[in-house]
């Protein structure tokens, strides 16, 4: 065979080739599920994190929940008032009933207002404006024996998986604002004193 009939004969063959592979590709079965498992692992994998991130949130909401109830009892009772307590000691105590789960030196907030009336405690002001929380508007003032409380903790939980866009972040920075809350009449834990 000359040189010119061989040139001929490979370009044929070049252009053969590529639908012999693909001929090949399409009849092939092996690695047919690592192909399936591939297409079906990502969507798969994304909805589980979701589901565990969700979860997350809801249990980390429910351990803040409890701890304002536990913490607020403190100011109810007259407590954290016989003992001086500052915003910084009140805060110790919310700490020690959520260490482990928050990064409590820098993510927790307590908030604590006296209203005149339940009626006028039912509409607090936010400390969210633009999708950023507002530390300025955090306040601590326990009353004295009688006085209407509520009582409030913010944690900025961080939100690691979006799907699409459709997410639990409710704060810039893809955080979400966990808040708890106790409203309460303080008890009439000492004789002097009033609102």
Excluded: H
Aim: with cysteine; aromatic share 10%; glycine share 6%.
């Amino acid at each position: 065979m000359d040189a010119a009939a061989r040139r001929k004969f490979a370009v044929r063959l070049a252009r053969l080739l590529p639908a012999r592979l693909a001929r090949r590709f399409v009849r092939e079965e092996n690695g047919a599920a690592a192909v399936e498992f591939a297409l079906v692992a990502v969507p798969f994998l994304a909805l589980t994190f979701a589901i565990l991130e969700t979860a997350l949130v809801f249990f980390a909401g429910q351990t803040l929940e409890t701890a304002v109830t536990d913490a607020s009892r403190l100011i109810m009772t007259g407590q954290a008032q016989t003992a001086n307590y500052t915003q910084a000691d009140f805060k110790t105590q919310v700490c020690n009933r959520i260490a482990g789960l928050f990064d409590c030196a820098g993510g927790v907030y307590v908030d604590v207002k006296q209203y005149s009336s339940f009626a006028a405690a039912a509409s607090p002001t936010s400390p969210v404006a633009n999708g950023t929380f507002d530390t300025s508007k955090v306040t601590y003032v326990p009353g004295g024996p009688g006085c209407i409380e509520v009582v409030t903790l913010y944690y900025q939980w961080p939100i690691y998986v979006s799907l699409l866009g459709n997410n639990l972040s409710n704060l810039n920075g893809s955080k979400r604002l966990l808040v708890a809350t106790a409203v309460f009449r303080n008890e009439p834990y000492s004789t002097t004193g009033t609102c």
